[in-house]
């Protein structure tokens, strides 16, 4: 069973920074991408970033480019997604995803808050 468990969010002021963190319980060779997603009140669940587990290779939600990168620690199971020149809008719980092209297994998330 793969799990992300995601770690990181908090409180932060506009223009500020902050990683976020999600490991993976039990690493499976299946897992084919690491997504970020992000849900506000009352919106709907949309995409952020994903990286190819194998070859690394990332790309961005046009809202985050420039401002959010994303990376993975193979050894530790982790991906992480450093935000940087946070906004208010930016407000959200953001969720890790696993995929492994026929399944997608979700973490419970974790709340960024970025005041004016």
């Known amino acids: 069973q793969v799990q992300p468990v995601e770690s990181g969010g908090g409180v932060v002021q506009a223009g500020g920074s902050l990683r976020l963190s999600c490991e993976v319980s039990?690493?499976?060779?299946?897992?084919?991408?690491m997504r970020w997603f992000r849900q506000a009140p009352g919106q709907a669940r949309d995409f952020v970033a994903m990286?190819?587990?194998?070859?690394?290779?990332?790309t961005y939600a046009d809202p985050v480019k420039g401002r959010f990168t994303m990376s993975r620690d193979i050894p530790k199971n982790t991906v992480y997604l450093q935000m940087n020149g946070l906004r208010p809008e930016d407000t959200a719980v953001y969720f890790c995803?696993?995929?492994?092209?026929?399944?997608?297994?979700w973490g419970q998330g974790t709340q960024v808050t970025v005041s004016p």
């Open positions: 039990e690493r499976n060779s299946k897992v084919y991408v």
């Open positions: 990286i190819n587990w194998t070859t690394g290779t990332t």
């Open positions: 995803n696993a995929n492994t092209l026929t399944d997608d297994y």
